[in-house]
């Protein structure tokens, strides 16, 4: 069931926690949340926005990213997710997310493969995780909690937790962020 709030916006389902990536710390202001797709032309446009406001809000803000990848428009875009999630295995995460969004015109198997190399990954392990699709169950986890949060493109924001309905471009999102922080 899709949780809403007064001003009928829609709200996170799934908390953030331990299963997530996140950069920033626990104890940050506000949390964004994307629900983004390696091979989506507007989160390759949102990335370097998000660059840029952690690095300007520092911790006052928390990012996480949640994998919803639109297979049908998008073919790469379930492997590159689980290619995410190989990473993160090996604590890498956002070493692959960010090579995944430099490099998203190339995101076949041997392009993900060279990819875990140049990050210094195990690239054996790498192999063996996207040949038996051991994250593929993890993705299909962020993706099915971004349905029930009303996630139905990409990229989509949350902000402590609701629903980010504006635009996402730097000004924007900063000021909506910045208002999060002046809120209990």
């Known amino acids: 069931m899709l949780t809403t709030t ?19 710390p626990p104890t940050a202001a506000v949390t964004l949340v994307e629900y983004g797709d390696y091979q989506c032309p507007y989160c390759l446009r949102a990335h370097p926005i998000l660059v840029d406001l952690r690095a300007q809000l520092g911790d006052t803000m928390r990012l996480v990213f949640r994998n919803f990848p639109l297979a049908t428009v998008h073919p790469n875009a379930q492997h590159a ?8 295995a090996q604590g890498r995460f956002w070493q692959m997310h960010d090579s995944l969004f430099e490099h998203q015109s190339r995101l076949d198997d041997a392009a993900l493969l060279r990819y875990a190399a140049e990050i210094g990954l195990d690239v054996g392990q790498f192999e063996r995780d996207m040949e038996e699709h051991r994250f593929a169950p993890r993705v299909r986890e962020d993706f099915q909690s971004g349905i029930r949060s009303g996630v139905n493109g990409t990229p989509t924001f949350f902000i402590n937790g609701l629903r980010h309905d504006g635009t996402w471009d730097f000004e924007t999102l900063a000021g909506a962020i910045l208002a999060a922080v002046d809120q209990p």
């Open 6 to 24: 007064a001003n009928m916006r829609p709200r996170l389902t799934l908390p953030v926690g331990e299963r997530d990536h996140v950069q920033g």
């Open 81 to 88: 997710a689980e290619a995410a999630e190989a990473a993160g």
